[in-house]
C-alpha cells in the first residue's frame, strides 16, 4: 500500500523483509492507518514502513484486529469457538462482547473513528462504541429496504457515516439509522458508491467505469420544457410567462407551476402594464388584449398594421415602438394618433420626465414633439434593445453584443464583466440586477450610485443552458426564461457540477521536463512551456482559469486554453500559481544562475571594472601630466629660440647698419629720408619685440612686416636693392602661419646674397596656396649664393632656425617641410631659393 504524489508512485514496504502482508480490511484513526488481516494487524511506524503490532498475550485466543484506543488495544476470538469476541485492555484483560454480530465471519468490520468499530453481515449492520460499549445493531430490510446487501461495508466521508454496497448508498444520521437512501440503477452494477460534500454521488462499478449523480439537481424544476419561453415578467400582480405558440401564461404561487392564462399561436411581442390607466395590455403580432383592473377580458383589438411592440405612459398618451418608427396612441381606445419616423427603435422608458427611446445606433428622446439624439450620449453608438429604470437618475441599457449600461443621461458606464454580452429584459428587485444573458445570468448589486457585479449563474453551477431569455425573481427562486422551458432556480442553489482540481500536467524548460517545486539551470533565451489541466465534472468542461507568475507579474490573467508560455525569464526564484472555481494551486520552481550568472561572479566583474577604471584613470592622468611637463618644457623652448630668433634679428651688424645709414642722411642734409628711415625703423623694431610674444601670425601681417623690413634695407643700399612680394589671390590672407619664421631668411638674403653683388639686387617672396590646409612660401635672391661655414653668422642663423621648426613640428599643429638650392644656374650670380611647405595640421591653440 502506497500513495501517489506528482505522478510518482511511493510504496509503504513492510519493515520486515520479503514478508508480504495480506490485509482483509484497514482502518483509520485520526492520522494512523492500520492494516488488519486473518491473524496480524500492521502500523505505519515513524519510518514509514509496515511494522506489526502485538497486542494479544493470550494463547486460547488468536488475533482479529488491533484497536488504536486509550483503553482497548485489539479484538481477539476463541480459537475453540469464534463466535467469541473479546476485547483486549491496555493491562491486557479480556472483556467479552455479546453482540452476535461481532463474529469472525463477519465479511467487512475495522475501526471507523478512535471510539466507534463497525461490522457488515449479509442481513445487517452494527456498530461498537468503545466508549461505553453500547451496541447498535440494524437491518437492511429496516434500513435500506432491501432484505441482504453484497459488498456491504461502511465508511466516514466528509464526517458522516455512510453505507454502501450493490446498487444503493445511504447517509446515517446521529443514532447511525439511513436518513437519505439513493439507490442507483441495477443494470450498473455498482458494488461501492459514496455521497461527496457537494452532494454528488460517486458510483464504481465492476466493469462499466465510475458514474456521478448529483441529488442537489433534483432541486432545480423545470416546466413547459418542449417550449420557447421569450420573457418572464411581472405585470401588475401576475406573474406572466411568454410562451411562443401556446399564449400567456400566468403563475400559479400554491402550487408554483405556470397555467394558461390567455391563449394566442401569434408572435408574442410583450405584456405590459399601464398604472395610469390601470390596463395590462398583453401584445401579439395581431392583436392587442387589454384587461383592466384584472377583472374578465374587457377590450380586444384587431390589428392589422403594426401599432405597438411594447409600450410606454407619457404626458397623458401611450407610445408604442414598430418596425420604423413609433407611434402615440391614445390611452384607453388605443386609438393612433401620430406617427413618428425612427429606424431601428426596439425599446421606450421614462426618467425624470423624459421619455427615451432605445434604437439601433443609441438613446433618442423625445423633445418638442420631435425625436432626437441625446446630446450628452452623441458618442454612445450601441444597438440598444432594452431599457430598464432602476430610480428616477439611473437607466440600465441592454445592447445585443455589446455589453450592459449604467447611465444617468449625462454619462454612460459599462457595467464591470458584461463585455460583449447580448442582454434583454433585466429584472430589477430592490437593490439587486438579474440580468438574461447569452452567457447566463449576471447578478449586480446596487451600491453608492453604482452596481457591482456580484455573482455569475451558468452551466457550470447549474443551469442547464447558457442562452437566457427572461428572469423574474419570486421568494428566493429565480423564474428562468429559456428555448428549453421554464427554470426555477434556487438563488441559494449549490451546484454539485465539481471542479475537483486543477494542475501543471506538463512543464518544459528549454524543450527539457521541469520537475515543479524543484531547481533546474538558466538558459539564455528559453522558453517555459506549461500545459495546465483540471479534473472537472462540471457539464460544460471548458477550461477557463487565472494564472499569474510571480514575482515577474503581479495581476492575474485570465486564460481559457491548456497551453501557457513563458519567455525570457531571468534567473530567480518564481512562483506560478492558478486558481478556478474556488480551487487555488501554487507551483514554485527556481532557474539557477551559471557561474558567469551568480552574484559573486558579478561582484568580482565589478570590482575588477572599478579596479580598471581607476588604473586607467591614474594612467591617463599621468600621462596628462606629463605630456602637460613636455607641453611647458617645449614652451620654455620655443620661447628661448624666439629670443635667439630676437637677438639674431636684433643683432649689431642690423642695428649698427641702420643707424649708419641714418647718420649717414643726417650728415648729407637729407632730413626727410633720414625722417622716414628712422620711422621705418622704429616701427620694425616695435614689430620685432611684440612678435616675440606671438606664436603664430596673420599671412597679412608677415607680409607687412617684411615690406617695412625691406623697404628699411633697400633705403640703406640706395635703391641697389629691389624686392618682390607675390601672393596667390586664392590665399585667405587672415590664416595664420607660425611667426618669427620667414624674417631670418629675408635677412640672409639681403645681407649675405645682395649684399656681396656689384649689381642691383632682387629679392622675391611668393605665397602660393597648395589647398585649404596648406600654403608654399618660396624666398628667392639673385645674389652670390648660399655658403657659410660653422664659425660663419648665417650658420648660427639657420641652427636656431632648425630648431624652432623641430619645435614646431613637434607641436602638432605644423608640418613643415624646408628645401634649399641655387635659384639659377648662372655661374657669377647662381642666388639662392629657400621654400617652405606649411601644412596646418589643427586650429587648436591658434
Known sequence: MGYILDNVVHNFVNKEADVSIDPIYSGFTGDSLILSGTFRSHKLNSDFKWEEIDYNFHKDFSNVSYLSHKKYKGIVRSVLDHDKLNLVTRDNNLHP???????????????????????????????????????????????????????????????????????VVAMLDDSL????????????????????KENTVWIATFSNGIYKYSLN?????????????????????????????????ELNEKTNTFQPYMDSNDFLYDAEYIKETNTSHFITKKNIFS???????????????????????????????????????????????????????????????????????????????????????????????????????????????????????????????????????????????????NKGIYNYKYLNGKFRFKQLWNNRNGLPTNKINGIEKVNNELLVATNQGIIHYPID?????SLLDIYVDKALYANHDLKLNNNTTYIPDSDLQLVINNIDYRVNKKMYYEFRLLPTQKKWTVANSSNLTFSDLSPGE??????????????????????????????????????????????????????????????????????????????PHFVFNSLTAIQYYINENDFETSDRYLVKFSRLIREFFELSKEQHITIKREIELLKNYLDLESLRFNKKLHYQIEVDPTLNLNDFIPSMLLQPIVENAVNHGIFNKSVTGLIIVKFVKLDEKQIQIHIIDDGVGFKFKKDDVRYKSSSVLEDRLRYLKASGLWEIELKRGPASSDIEYPGHEVIFNLKKLSNENL
Not at 439511513?178 to 459514496?194: G, N, Q, R, T
Request: aromatic share 12%; net charge positive; with cysteine.
Open 217 to 249: 439537481e433534483r432541486l432545480i424544476k423545470k416546466e413547459l420544457s418542449h417550449f420557447k419561453i421569450s420573457d418572464i415578467k411581472r405585470v401588475n400582480e401576475k406573474i406572466i410567462a411568454l410562451v411562443s405558440g401556446k399564449g400567456f401564461y
Open 97 to 167: 462482547l455479546q453482540d452476535s454480530l461481532f463474529t469472525f465471519n463477519s465479511h467487512s468490520r475495522g475501526q471507523l473513528t478512535d471510539s466507534l468499530y463497525v461490522g457488515n453481515s449479509n442481513d445487517s449492520y452494527g456498530f461498537i462504541n468503545f466508549n461505553n460499549l453500547e451496541t447498535r445493531r440494524y437491518t437492511y430490510e429496516s434500513e435500506l429496504n432491501v432484505p441482504f446487501l453484497k459488498y456491504s461495508r461502511l465508511h466516514l466521508a466528509n464526517n458522516n457515516i455512510q453505507l454502501t454496497g450493490e446498487h
Open 291 to 437: 384587461i383592466i383592473k384584472n377583472d374578465s377580458l374587457n377590450l380586444k383589438f384587431d390589428v392589422d398594421n403594426e401599432r405597438a411592440r411594447s409600450m410606454t405612459f407619457y404626458k397623458g398618451f401611450i407610445y408604442g415602438h414598430y418596425t420604423v418608427g413609433i407611434k402615440k396612441i391614445a390611452p384607453y381606445s388605443l386609438e393612433k394618433i401620430k406617427p413618428y419616423s425612427l429606424s431601428g427603435v426596439r425599446c421606450s422608458t421614462t426618467m425624470d420626465d423624459r421619455l427615451i427611446f432605445g434604437g439601433s445606433n443609441g438613446l433618442y428622446e423625445l423633445v418638442n414633439d420631435k425625436i432626437i439624439g441625446i446630446e450628452s450620449l452623441t458618442n454612445f453608438k450601441k444597438p440598444v434593445i432594452d431599457i430598464a429604470r432602476v430610480n428616477d437618475k439611473t437607466l440600465i441599457v441592454s445592447t445585443s453584443g455589446y455589453g450592459v449600461y449604467q447611465t444617468d443621461l449625462n454619462t454612460i458606464e459599462l457595467l464591470e464583466g458584461s463585455e460583449f454580452l447580448k442582454s434583454n429584459n433585466p429584472c430589477i428587485v430592490k437593490n439587486e440586477l438579474y440580468i438574461p444573458t
Open 493 to 497: 442553489y449549490i451546484s454539485s457540477q
Open 574 to 651: 518564481y512562483n506560478l500559481e492558478l486558481r478556478s472555481g474556488g480551487i487555488n494551486k501554487s507551483f514554485k520552481f527556481q532557474l539557477e544562475p551559471r557561474w558567469y550568472q551568480s552574484w559573486w561572479f558579478y561582484l568580482i566583474t565589478l570590482l575588477t571594472v572599478v579596479t580598471l577604471i581607476i588604473l586607467v584613470t591614474k594612467a591617463l592622468t599621468k600621462r596628462s601630466e606629463e605630456k602637460k611637463n613636455k607641453d611647458l618644457l617645449q614652451a620654455q623652448k620655443l620661447s628661448e629660440l624666439q629670443l635667439k630668433a630676437l637677438r639674431s634679428q636684433m643683432n
Open 177 to 196: 439509522k439511513a436518513i437519505e437512501v439513493v439507490h442507483i440503477p441495477i443494470e450498473l452494477k455498482s458494488h461501492y458508491s459514496f455521497i461527496d
